[in-house]
């Protein structure tokens, strides 16, 4: 694998403490390193004068050659951080956009995100949100520096110098010097404390469209995905798994599977037992032809009805308290126009379009890893405990990922791959079968919602209450707080923008012991369809035009007002919608951008049409629009997917759907036209990935409502419409 962001070109992780500042040495190839701890960019005075030490930080290496190297340790699944990331540094730096390049980072706490604690991983729209201002600062601390190393060369003052596309001008005479004739005289500079950031009325790169990095690889072919890995000597696993969740093998019968041409080895591991062949397609054949018996655990009899009645009785009990304003309970008693309605939404997997896989080689002095994953931390974690090493023996590869939406922050397919390598002698690469991925995934958690409300005799909101019932993921990855509320699950229900007098979010967590896991937008995907559907049954029940009703109650959300006055004008809300259609209105806040969407649909033999999407969308300043307005399609569609037809059911303690022929995707005839509007912004920035995707089922259950007279309480909308 060549070139500098093949995961060949990676270097050994190691373990540090993440307290700990960091100190990087001037490397031997003559290139200028900067880089900064976790809590942003900073020199330690002491190191800082020492004339073989240079200590700012990692992010970035200007080369001799001008080529400017930066790390990523956000990782590339389609959303962009290879282009965003780096833009963040070259405007600080006036890089050359030209001499940019990037490189994965290893497994290693110095690379870590900031909103995570130091932990590496690509998730919860938290790439610009985290890094933002640890690269721009990166970026500028390298500026400052060649701009001082040039003018100690030209003996002038550095008041007189500037920059301008990877040069150092000097502004009196014209004269300039390149980024690269200055490493060898920055490396030797102390590195400043503080430096002063672009305005963004300065900027010349952030907030426009540039070509992204990651396309000309994957053009070309020449992009190495997990499933392009190739090692001397390589083996393919299939992993069989119970089917029946927490179910274990209590024998198995390896003969006929090790009777298939091309078979080498069936080996239990932890997750169950795998057939190690030539090829995929030997591993397969071994794996029809392997006989095990299961010890199928409490669940063998678990179904989705059982999970969902569950629900409904634990739903019947007051909940922790999210929040509380004035007095919910009293003002639902009071109102002669208070309702009460009960959302259900179910388990859905992630589907990414590359399937799960991971290659491991577990020797005795160490252990490489090559992954396509979105957290280098739990692979880097997972890895060390499968294989019995210690950290700095065990190297994390980076590769591009095909698809991710959560489902690869998780660890146990590379414990899989290292297990099965270390079983064998062998490398070994564990690839998923599509049916593998669909029927064990960490799913994302099915929820029972009560809500209530209640309007006044002029139709104003008094009261509004939700009580959800879900899995709580800060349980799974840690602990719930002292307050017995999981955050995550009332998000978009619990930071709710409109003026209502008495607002009352309960939550119960309960886990029936199906695997759930982070899936794109986690609490929010419920919540955008739960909270915007129910506003818009308040509006109905008013009278009130529902655009007109949320406007009039977000007087104190500015910026909520502004998007929705936006997606209305561009929807061309305050006009009909053509013969047979209808429209729905949706707005929230997910992951620090604001959202809204118009859906409008037709609904024909109770087959639901989404014929087009408009997206207005702050998220605070632009850093690349084309990747907003991408993401804001590809969540949006994600979204709508799910609510048309997206459904994991239990029965029998297993998953029943098994591919995309009974867990479908939305075709490529099916797809609306999009429209996104960027709401212009001088906020931090926001989250991008997933905030389309948690509003999507909002807008369109309202559209399907407008168009029918049918609200629908249950996703997916499936053939309740019928």
Same mark, same amino acid.
């Given at each position: 694998?060549? /070139?500098?962001?093949?995961?060949?070109?990676?270097?050994?992780?190691?373990?540090?403490?993440?307290?700990?500042?960091?100190?990087?040495?001037?490397?031997?190839?003559?290139? #200028?390193?900067?880089?900064?701890?976790? +809590?942003?960019?900073?020199?330690?005075?002491?190191?800082?004068?020492?004339?073989? @030490?240079?200590?700012?930080?990692?992010? #970035?290496?200007?080369?001799?050659?001008?080529?400017?190297?930066?790390?990523?340790?956000?990782?590339?699944?389609?959303?962009?951080?290879?282009?965003?990331?780096?833009?963040? @540094?070259?405007?600080?730096?006036?890089?050359?956009?030209?001499?940019?390049?990037?490189?994965?980072?290893?497994?290693?706490?110095?690379?870590?995100?900031?909103?995570?604690?130091?932990?590496?991983?690509?998730?919860?729209?938290?790439s610009v949100r985290g890094m933002w201002?640890?690269?721009?600062?990166?970026?500028?601390?390298?500026?400052?520096? #060649?701009?001082?190393?040039?003018?100690?060369?030209?003996?002038?003052?550095?008041?007189?110098?500037?920059?301008?596309?990877?040069?150092? @001008?000097?502004?009196?005479?014209?004269?300039?010097? $390149?980024?690269?004739?200055?490493? +060898?005289?920055?490396?030797?500079?102390?590195?400043?404390?503080? %430096?002063t950031l672009k305005d963004p009325k300065d900027f010349r790169l952030l907030g426009r469209a540039v070509a992204r990095l +990651?396309?000309?690889?994957?053009?070309?072919?020449?992009?190495?995905?997990?499933?392009?890995?190739?090692?001397?000597?390589?083996?393919?696993?299939? %992993?069989?798994?119970?089917?029946?969740?927490?179910?274990?093998?209590?024998?198995?019968?390896?003969?006929?599977?090790?009777?298939?041409?091309?078979?080498?080895h069936v080996v239990q591991i932890s997750s169950g037992v795998a057939v190690v062949a030539d090829?995929?397609?030997?591993?397969?054949?071994?794996?029809?032809?392997?006989?095990?018996?299961?010890?199928?655990?409490?669940?063998?009899?678990?179904?989705?009805?059982?999970?969902?009645? $569950?629900?409904?009785?634990?739903?019947?009990?007051?909940?922790?308290?999210?929040?509380?304003?004035? +007095?919910?309970?009293?003002?639902?008693?009071?109102?002669?126009?208070a309702f009460e309605r009960v959302y259900e939404v179910p388990f859905l997997a992630h589907a990414t379009m590359e399937p799960m896989n991971c290659t491991a080689d577990a020797r005795a002095d160490g252990c490489d890893v090559w992954v396509p994953t979105q957290g280098q931390t739990a692979s880097h974690q997972a890895a060390i405990a499968a294989s019995g090493l210690p950290a700095d023996k065990v190297k994390i590869h980076t590769t591009?990922?095909?698809?991710?939406?959560?489902?690869?922050?998780?660890?146990?397919?590379?414990?899989?791959?290292?297990?099965?390598?270390?079983?064998?002698?062998?490398?070994?690469?564990?690839?998923?079968?599509?049916?593998?991925?669909?029927q064990h995934d960490f799913y994302r958690p099915i929820s029972h919602v009560r809500m209530w409300g209640a309007l006044d005799d002029s139709g104003g909101p008094v009261a509004f209450m939700q009580r959800i019932v879900q899995q709580s993921l800060l349980k799974r990855i840690g602990a719930l707080p002292p307050s017995g509320v999981d955050f995550i699950s009332v998000d978009g229900s619990v930071g709710l923008p409109y003026t209502i007098p008495n607002i009352r979010i309960e939550y119960i967590e309960h886990d029936p012991g199906i695997p759930f896991g982070f899936w794109r937008s986690v609490g929010a995907s419920v919540q955008g369809y739960v909270v915007e559907s129910f506003i818009d049954e308040m509006a109905t029940a008013a009278g009130k035009d529902p655009y007109q009703f949320r406007r009039d109650l977000l007087s104190k959300a500015p910026r909520h007002r502004a998007?929705?006055?936006?997606?209305?004008?561009?929807?061309?809300?305050?006009?009909?919608?053509?013969? /047979?259609?209808? $429209?729905?209105?949706?707005?929230?806040?997910?992951?620090?951008?604001?959202? /809204?969407?118009?859906?409008?649909?037709?609904?024909?033999k109770g087959v639901v049409r989404v014929h087009k999407i408009w997206c207005a969308v702050d998220t605070g300043w632009v850093i690349d629009p084309d990747t907003i307005k991408a993401q804001m399609e590809g969540g949006t569609v994600y979204g709508l997917t799910a609510a048309l037809?997206?459904?994991?059911?239990?029965?029998?303690?297993?998953?029943?759907q098994n591919h995309f022929g009974d867990y479908p995707m939305m075709r490529h005839s099916e797809m609306p036209e999009i429209e996104v509007y960027i709401v212009p912004s001088?906020?931090?920035? /926001?989250?991008?990935?997933?905030?389309?995707?948690?509003?999507?089922a909002g807008a369109l259950l309202n559209a399907v409502a407008a168009v029918t007279g049918k609200r629908l309480y249950r996703l997916p909308i499936g053939n309740q419409l019928a």
């Open positions: 694998m060549k /070139g500098p962001r093949k995961a060949s070109t990676m270097s050994s992780a190691h373990a540090s403490d993440r307290r700990t500042f960091l100190k990087v040495s001037l490397s031997a190839g003559g290139a #200028l390193m900067i880089g900064g701890y976790l +809590d942003g960019l900073a020199a330690n005075p002491q190191n800082a004068a020492a004339a073989d @030490v240079f200590s700012p930080s990692v992010w #970035l290496r200007i080369a001799p050659d001008n080529t400017v190297t930066v790390m990523l340790s956000q990782l590339e699944m389609g959303q962009g951080v290879m282009t965003s990331m780096p833009m963040l @540094v070259a405007e600080e730096l006036d890089a050359d956009w030209a001499t940019i390049k990037t490189e994965w980072a290893p497994a290693d706490s110095k690379y870590g995100n900031p909103n995570f604690g130091g932990v590496q991983l690509t998730a919860g729209s938290n201002k640890l690269l721009r600062t990166a970026g500028g601390t390298a500026r400052a520096m #060649l701009i001082t190393a040039a003018a100690s060369t030209w003996g002038v003052p550095e008041s007189t110098c500037s920059t301008e596309r990877g040069d150092v @001008v000097h502004l009196p005479t014209g004269r300039r010097a $390149r980024y690269g004739s200055l490493v +060898d005289k920055a490396a030797t500079l102390p590195v400043p404390t503080n %430096v +990651d396309i000309p690889e994957k053009v070309s072919g020449t992009a190495v995905y997990g499933l392009d890995v190739k090692r001397p000597g390589l083996l393919v696993a299939r %992993v069989v798994r119970c089917p029946v969740f927490g179910g274990k093998v209590e024998s198995f019968n390896a003969r006929k599977a090790t009777a298939v041409a091309g078979v080498r090829h995929y397609w030997a591993a397969t054949k071994g794996v029809q032809a392997l006989e095990v018996k299961w010890n199928e655990g409490p669940l063998a009899n678990l179904t989705s009805a059982d999970i969902s009645r $569950r629900y409904a009785a634990l739903a019947e009990q007051p909940g922790k308290v999210a929040r509380s304003d004035g +007095d919910a309970a009293a003002a639902l008693k009071a109102s002669p126009r591009y990922l095909g698809g991710g939406f959560g489902r690869r922050g998780e660890g146990d397919f590379v414990t899989e791959a290292v297990e099965a390598s270390k079983a064998v002698g062998k490398p070994v690469k564990v690839v998923w079968s599509r049916e593998d991925d669909m998007v929705l006055d936006l997606v209305a004008e561009k929807s061309g809300w305050q006009t009909p919608p053509p013969q /047979g259609r209808g $429209r729905g209105i949706a707005v929230m806040e997910a992951f620090g951008s604001i959202v /809204g969407q118009v859906a409008e649909v037709s609904v024909a037809q997206g459904e994991i059911t239990i029965r029998s303690g297993r998953v029943v001088v906020e931090a920035p /926001g989250g991008i990935g997933e905030p389309s995707t948690a509003l999507a």
